[in-house]
């Protein structure tokens, strides 16, 4: 199976769900702990023919992997399986099935030539799975359709598939998957099933990280990453975890008025930039937590920041501005300006 060890009570609970299925499921969880994963052994579970709604049970192993639906599904030619993903998550081939199906609704040539791939789940996506689910299924007697993340759906992708939502077409089933399900409208999420994955205690999060980590990265990536196995590896993988401590160093010169914020804000530029602001509230959440209660985030001991005369108040306002640039971060931002603007606000934190 695809699932991780910490996902087996998740997957007890939802191979139920096969009994009376919603024509919505919602499955969220915190980035990093497997939902890729998780959600597509799902939707090879639904399309299985050995399973029938009467012999699911909550000690049910999942999709059998031998027949012709699983057959196909893991060569990634199933014609009642479909994916809806942005440009950046199928470039990236972080799970290579996801890749193959999603090409189906990408313009896989086109996006190659890019060099900044879109993070935007277009209407034009939404709508040819619309075209797509309104026909009668090849070979198995369900569509289904994931889409990946969830929350990347533009306005308009958003209202098309609520119309999908709000009349579905017979034996069809749409998986929608985020890490940030708030983000998502009400009226979408009221017509789902929602359920959310656990994330990994500690044990499991270091057992599985010792397989793909060094023994001395292990700790800071798993800490980084907020207890997500999947991100911490991610993050030592794209190379953020190498230079995290490049950043602490540079926002304390910054604060110090040592380094210049605008090309500071050039160097971090380099960085991927959802993976930065994230890092970057995380940081800004840890300083206003260490100034009002005095505990000590990790990165306390390698750098120094004058606390003494930070503004609290001038914090929590640099966590509401990372928050708006988070929320249009998959939309069309000027990154490099949107960097000098946090610089420059984090350099006037301190009165």
């Known amino acids: ?4 060890s910490w996902q087996q009570s998740d997957w007890h609970r939802l191979a139920r769900y096969r009994n009376k299925p919603h024509h919505g499921l919602l499955i969220n969880g915190q980035s990093g702990i497997g939902k890729r994963e998780f959600s597509f052994e799902l939707c090879q579970y639904l399309l299985c023919n050995a399973v029938s709604g009467e012999d699911v049970s909550e000690e049910d192993n999942g999709p059998c992997g031998q027949c ?6 893991n060569a990634g030619t199933h014609p009642d399986f479909h994916v809806l993903t942005n440009e950046l998550e199928s470039a990236e081939g972080r799970l290579s099935l996801l890749t193959d199906y999603s090409n ?15 993070r935007v789940i277009s209407v034009d996506q939404v709508r040819g799975l619309i075209e797509r ?3 009668h299924a090849h070979i198995s007697t369900t569509k289904v359709a994931l889409i990946f993340p969830a929350d990347c759906m533009n306005i308009n992708a958003a209202n098309a598939l609520l119309k999908l939502l709000e009349e579905p077409p017979p034996d069809s089933i749409l998986v929608l998957v985020t890490a940030n399900p708030s983000h998502l409208p009400a009226t979408i999420r009221s017509r789902c099933m929602t359920q959310t994955l656990a994330t990994p205690d500690k044990e499991s999060a270091l057992a599985w990280l010792a397989q793909h980590l060094p023994e001395q990265q292990i700790d800071i990536a798993l800490t980084l990453a907020n207890g997500g196995p999947l991100e911490a590896r991610r993050l030592s993988d794209t190379g953020f975890l190498q230079h995290h401590q490049a950043c ?6 910054v604060v110090a008025k040592q380094v210049n914020p605008v090309d500071f804000a050039g160097q971090l530029n380099k960085l991927e930039f959802e993976q930065l602001l ?4 995380r940081f800004v959440t840890e300083l206003a937590k260490f100034c009002v209660t005095g505990i000590k985030p990790y990165w306390m ?12 108040e001038r914090l929590y306002g640099l966590y509401d501005r990372i928050s708006y640039y988070r929320r249009i971060a998959r939309g069309t931002v000027n990154e490099q300006l949107a960097l000098e603007d ?3 606000a984090f350099q006037r934190v301190v009165v």
């Open 133 to 135: 689910f309104s026909t």
């Open 68 to 73: 012709q639906n699983c057959r196909l599904f």
């Open 301 to 312: 001991e390698s750098i120094r920041i004058d606390t003494q005369n930070v503004s609290v």
């Open 1 to 4: 199976m695809m699932i991780f």
């Open 248 to 253: 602490l160093i540079g926002f304390a010169g």
């Open 104 to 118: 189906r609704y990408l313009d896989s040539a086109a996006r190659e030539k890019k060099t900044k791939h879109s």
């Open 342 to 344: 946090l610089v420059l």
């Open 278 to 281: 994230a890092w970057f509230h």
